[in-house]
């Protein structure tokens, strides 16, 4: 009897990737890789399609095996990079002050998309119920193919934007309105939102239908779930109504495949192409989202916060006053240029170095290799292998002894060994990546104890290992890294995030948030044993966020346990200690919870202060979540409450702006609960009733508690 299996499905710009993954013990057990459909009658759908049935025929599975499919895909994204998007019709509301406000979102118009492509965009205004049915048929007949409802305040009264929803729907039109993009305030944020989504609205419409009935016509039952953009899926249906969320998911797959299939806590993620390198935050096991810019513009769409350098594996060698100046923009690939290093090193020896222009309006100063077989480009890949740094096995794997022979020329031409020349190489190209990488570190405070570089991407082996050796932090490699983004597909959870604007929220507005992103999963198929929300307080801007996440039929893997010895010896590595300094803070069946002691700077008295670095490891001997400087309590759930008002009142801390909480994190049932986004006790408290509500009192809870600075 063969075990179900996940599907996940990565359309790329070129290529069409596909993974399937055992259901029960999370392991890859095949492969696809096909064409993308860009020009096909039925799309991208079809390319879908075609990596599906290769893919099962690669496993000898069949549908029947699937029991969850998800793909991502970068149709949304090219869209509105390319400006290729439908005329959206706003149909404005209000009278008055508001009246005047809704008509400002006009100038949408100007939104460029692409250089010398704008928002296509036609406006209509409507001061009474009784006009809106003649605003959607002014801005149809002005050429709009899909409608948005638009009105000052309609977070707190939508029935002007249902409204245009009905009346554009009575009309044929597809139809959106703000207060269903986005529950925040800021009418002109909201409604750029909404515009941009209705934008992509009609295509995205036409692939999902062509996608689900190619996956029913496979005989495929298995829930459709679509990438988002925050690493995690959503159902088809939630797809249709806010298909923006799509754009940067191709990023968000990798960084989720690193996130889920690695078991990474607190990591750089470098994802590593043939052009570019995409680089994202994983912190405290969560990926780092922030909100999406378009067009130079802030959204109300939380996103993968992504960083992209013109660095990748295919990144061709520049050379001027003698030395390597530079390293890309242009890589091989663009050029037309075959890697020397996977040439045959007999069409590549005795070769001549010569620069040129790889497009017009180039700089003459990219490197290639000529001989009388061809010409090649010395890449970053080409560098990397020279000196032994890609593994054996590697995608970006070549023999040292031919990378060497592209890099000859080169390194006669600067007088160099061909060990400097290669060297070189990288240290340019990982100038330019850790530029980003210590940006990164440094906005979200990022403590280098614990912090590793994780590559991903084909091109993963050619920077990130180099990159780790200059900013001496631990780097590795992916397992399966060129096919990390179907991977992250394929183990992605169900996730919604839900955001109220209330000031100074209480006990019932937390939980009643919270419920809310709870059901939003839970409509999408999660199964309820497997959901977790987080939430947190943004007093500044009177935001409660939640995040809920869940599995939809994600079996727990079958492995053995982590030794004890396995677990300490994986905190001594994060804490950068040695394993004789490490000890044992509270263990519960699935946790253990290591801590140290080390010197830190800052003198009081002339006595250092010392810190205690946490780390809390799981029964696989990962860690989980890691803090410079906590305290660990062990509890019960019966004891719990007492044990966390304790907590709060010995390290809540008072100044000018008020009471400070500390961050706490709770261990319990399998479970890292996290209340450290909360900023009042009785939120704290709140929160964690919930999650401690119907266990048994003896069951063991573990309390980590960090004083914020």
Known sequence: MTTPIRVGIDVGGTFTDAVAIDATSLELIGT????????????????????????????????????????????????????????????????GLDGWRTRSVRHLSRLELAPGKH?????????????????????????????????????????????????????????????????????????????????????????????????????????????????????????????????????????????????????????????????????????????????GYTTYLKSLDVRTVGIGGGSLVRVSGGRVADVGPRSAHIAGLDYGCFADPELVRGGRLELERPMEGDPADYAVVVTDHGRFAITVTCAANALGIVPRGDYAFAEPAAARLAIEPLAARLRY????????ILDRAAGRVREVVDELIKDYRLERDGLELVGGGGGAATVALHLGSTMDLPARIAANSSVISPIGVALALVRDTVERVIPEPNRQDIL????????????????PATIEVDVSVDPQRNVVAAVATGATDLHTPASEKASEQTAADAAARSMRVDVAAVRTAATTPQFRVYTAERARGGLIGRVSRPRHPVRVVDSDGLVRFTSPHAEVRGSTVGAAR????????????????????????????????????????????ALADTELSGRADEEDVVLVVEERS
């Open 417 to 424: 060994s061909v060990d400097d020349a290669a060297r070189q």
């Open 32 to 95: 696809a890789k096909v064409l993308t459909t860009h020009r096909h009658p039925d799309g991208v759908a079809r390319g879908i399609i075609n990596a599906l049935k290769e893919l099962l025929e690669n496993c000898g599975r069949s549908a029947d095996d699937v029991v969850f499919l998800a793909h991502g895909t970068t149709q949304a994204t090219n869209a509105l990079l390319e400006g290729d998007v439908a005329t959206v019709g706003v149909v404005g509301l209000g009278r």
């Open 119 to 295: 928002l296509p965009l036609a406006y209509a205004h409507a001061t009474a119920p009784s006009q809106v049915p003649g605003a959607v048929a002014a801005v149809h007949r002005a050429g709009a193919e899909v409608v948005v409802g638009v009105e000052a305040f309609s977070v707190d009264d939508p029935d002007g934007e249902l409204a245009v929803v009905h009346a554009a729907e009575s009309q044929r039109l597809p139809a959106t309105a703000t207060h269903d993009i986005s529950k925040l305030y800021g009418l002109k944020k909201r409604a750029r939102t909404a515009a941009l989504n209705a934008s992509i609205l009609p295509r995205m419409l036409g692939t999902a239908e062509l996608v689900r009935s190619s996956i029913d016509h496979a005989g495929i039952h298995a829930p459709l779930m679509v990438m988002r953009c925050d690493g995690g899926v959503m159902s088809l249906d939630e797809m249709r109504r806010r298909p923006l969320l799509t754009i940067l998911s191709g990023p968000a797959a990798g960084a989720a495949g690193a996130l889920l299939a690695e078991r990474v806590s607190e990591s750089v993620f470098l994802e590593t192409g043939g052009t570019s390198t995409d680089i994202s935050v994983i912190r405290d096991g969560r990926v780092a989202v922030s909100y999406a810019k378009v067009g």
């Open 512 to 527: 009643s948030v919270r419920a809310e992103a709870e059901r939003a999963v839970l409509a999408q198929g999660a199964s």
């Open 642 to 685: 007492a044990a966390l008002t304790k907590a709060l009142d010995e390290f809540t801390a008072y100044g000018d702006s008020g009471a400070r909480v500390p961050a706490i994190h709770l261990l319990v049932a399998g479970r890292l609960v996290n209340l450290a986004g909360v900023t009042h006790a009785d939120q704290v408290l």
